[in-house]
């Protein structure tokens, strides 16, 4: 977004963060979505917390000794730069 105003990046983190809840229910329709880019309101419903982010996922315990042990066990790629497939819901 080359010159794109503070309000329109918070909105559309904010429009994105609503689109990634965890409960499937609680995300907007493609409709929704496209009303709330194209609105210049500035209240949006809080969103909850994001599918990808749950508690079961955080590692508790890390200390800085291990880690390095984590990180050195991690295999990169040449060039850092991983590879998604995308698979339809």
Same mark, same amino acid.
């Given at each position: 977004?080359? !010159? !794109?105003? &503070?309000?329109?990046?918070?909105? %559309? $983190?904010? $429009? !994105? #963060?609503? %689109?990634? /809840?965890?409960?499937?229910?609680? &995300? +907007?329709? @493609?409709?929704?979505?496209?009303? #709330?880019? %194209?609105?210049?309101? #500035?209240? *949006? /419903? +809080?969103?909850? &917390?994001?599918?990808? *982010? =749950?508690?079961?996922?955080? /590692?508790? !315990? @890390? =200390?800085?000794?291990?880690?390095? /042990? $984590?990180?050195?066990? @991690? ?7 991983? $590879? =998604?497939? #995308?698979? +339809? &819901?």
């Amino acid at each position: 977004m080359k !010159g !794109g105003s &503070r309000h329109d990046i918070v909105k %559309c $983190i904010h $429009i !994105g #963060l609503l %689109c990634v /809840q965890e409960k499937v229910a609680h &995300r +907007p329709a @493609v409709s929704s979505v496209v009303l #709330l880019v %194209c609105s210049s309101s #500035l209240s *949006f /419903q +809080p969103p909850s &917390r994001p599918a990808y *982010f =749950t508690e079961s996922n955080c /590692q508790s !315990g @890390v =200390t800085e000794s291990n880690l390095s /042990q $984590i990180s050195s066990s @991690v295999v990169n790629s040449e060039n850092n730069v991983s $590879i =998604t497939e #995308l698979y +339809p &819901r």
